[in-house]
């Protein structure tokens, strides 16, 4: 049975409640992983759905586990709170205006595109997306790159991403090194819960769900089912928040199925940044190009998807994993594989790009900004009215 942990004195929240708190939280939920501050607020000071401890352990684990983090925080304040179905109710709530918003941005660009003033914004922010890129870069080493041995697999899985190998292949590959690189780094000792854990049942159901969906996707539209399968598979590997799915997206969506070119795939990542929630929405502007709306759709879910199944999966048996040093060294190993592969993407994006002075001065005070905080929305927002006067 799924224990909740919102506080005694407190009844559950119905999952309406859920789905309408999140839904309000994911209208405004421009910032990426900074959100899970927002929800932490409104969780526990606000709702009083669970304890602080409840909460900072949902934050830990979901800065360990492959996806979007704030789209996971919200599954696992649900799932605290009302099991799966709260979980279910609070997901689909905060993701639900970015996912709108994407569709109607992508609709848009479809029929824009060609303008001449459309033209010029995309120009410009096509340089914002390396300059994000980049940011996300030096962000994602400061966290990670601690000592020589995270220089080495990071630059290891620089050189791989840069063979076109596939950054799949580059995670595992970075996990097994974490292992070995790692061997003889300190890490404290595996810790044993007491409480026997147990995955909750409702979640078989859903991978029988999702699995029945993909054997009609592959005999009814097998171009939907590349791109559901895709997107799940880039979601599983995603560790480190949304910006981890940069790589994955490009390497199979531009590179191996030529499905977008890099230009494109730019324009759709400078969309995600305006529109609430993670960058991986990218997904849903991919699926409107290729199958229009029930691509979207379809990439949307599958974008997500996965994220879900391991918080309410993992939830249990999260105590005795964390505590593992097994777990911990195969972490940190892909964690700074994915430092490598955003430099290679950042080199690549910047490749993608006809560099002039204009776009060189916009790329530049855009880094500039981020390195000083400023929030990217307003960024990509300065930076388009720019563009629309200079380029």
Known sequence: MEQTHYQHDNPAPSLFHLFTSFLRLGTTAFGG??????IRKMA?????WLDDHS???????????????????????GFRARGVGGAAASFVGFGLPAFLFMMILSALYVQTHTLPAVVSAFNGLQAIVVALVANATLSFGRASIKNWRNIINALIAAGLFGL???????IIIAAFLGMILYNKQ??????IPTKKAHAPKPLLSILLVTATGFTAFYYFDRRLFDLATLMFRIDLFAFGGG?????????????????????????????????????????????????????ALLATVCI????????????????????????????????????????????RFAL????????ILLSGAAFAALILKTDILWVVIIGTVISLIIL
């Open 55 to 77: 909460a900072r352990d949902g934050v830990a684990l979901c800065q360990t586990i492959p996806g979007a983090t704030a789209m996971q925080m919200s599954a696992y304040i």
């Open 33 to 38: 992983p900074a959100m899970v501050a927002y």
């Open 304 to 347: 997500f998807l996965p994220s879900f199944m391991i918080v309410v999966g993992i939830v249990p048996y999260f105590d005795r994993l964390r505590s593992s040093p097994y777990f911990k060294k195969i972490i940190s190993g892909i964690l700074c594989s994915f430092v490598g592969l955003l430099l290679t993407v950042t080199i």
């Open 186 to 191: 300190p890490f404290s000792p595996a810790v």
């Open 352 to 359: 993608e790009i006809p560099w002039d002075v204009p776009r």
């Open 44 to 48: 526990v000071e606000k709702n009083h």
């Open 243 to 295: 910006f981890a799915s940069v790589p994955l997206m490009f390497h199979e969506v531009v590179e191996v199925r030529q499905w977008l070119d890099g230009p494109t795939l730019l324009n759709g990542i400078a969309l995600g940044q305006v529109t609430p929630g993670p960058i991986v929405i990218t997904a849903t502007f991919i699926g409107y190009l290729l199958k229009g709306p029930l691509g």
């Open 164 to 170: 076109k190998v596939s950054p799949i292949l580059v």
